[in-house]
């Protein structure tokens, strides 16, 4: 993985894409769970 806070689920299961502003998306579990 290429991120440096990689958990045990992004292993196991691929989150949902979040918008984070103006059109711009991420799919990340932190991002998920309300953590920026």
Do not use: Q, T
Not at 18 to 31: D, M, P, R, T
Request: hydrophobic share 30%.
């Amino acid at each position: 993985p290429r991120c440096s806070k990689c958990m045990d689920i992004c292993k196991k299961k691929a989150p949902r894409k979040v918008e984070v502003e103006n059109g711009h998306k991420v799919a990340c579990w932190l991002y998920d769970e309300g953590v920026k």
